[in-house]
């Protein structure tokens, strides 16, 4: 199993209201959590299952910044690049007025990465 526990995550290849994304897992054994924030998206959380291979199951709940409330469920299937960060392929289904469903790809994000300035400028939000 993948320990998910303190990666951080974005978004590749998105819209420019994802594009600005950051998501940070936990995990305890097979349960995952996490909190995203960025782009459109003031706040963002998910909590599922890690399995044996990796294979991450969830559901979401973002409020973007006008105001909208979204929910979904996601699958994510990991695969290791060359430089032995994860990329995830998601396969997303949302709920509600603007059901949609997808596949999207996050990237992991290096320890060293501006991604720990990105948490304090959205607390300052």
Excluded at 5 to 24: K, L, W
Excluded at 60 to 83: F, I
Aim: charged letters at 30%; proline letters at 4%; aromatic letters at 8%.
């Amino acid at each position: 199993m993948i320990d998910y526990n303190g990666r951080r995550f974005r978004p590749v290849g998105a819209d420019h209201g994802e594009s600005g994304r950051v998501a940070q897992y936990r995990q305890r054994g097979n349960l995952l959590w996490g909190e995203f924030s960025g782009g459109d998206a003031r706040r963002g959380t998910l909590t599922g299952l890690c399995g044996p291979d990796g294979e991450l199951e969830f559901a979401y709940c973002v409020v973007l910044s006008d105001g909208e409330v979204v929910s979904g469920r996601c699958r994510s299937t990991p695969a290791t690049l060359p430089d032995g960060r994860i990329r995830l392929a998601e396969t997303w289904e949302r709920y509600g007025p603007h059901a949609a469903s997808g596949v999207s790809y996050l990237e992991e994000i290096e320890a060293d990465s501006d991604a720990a300035d990105h948490d304090e400028r959205q607390e300052r939000r």
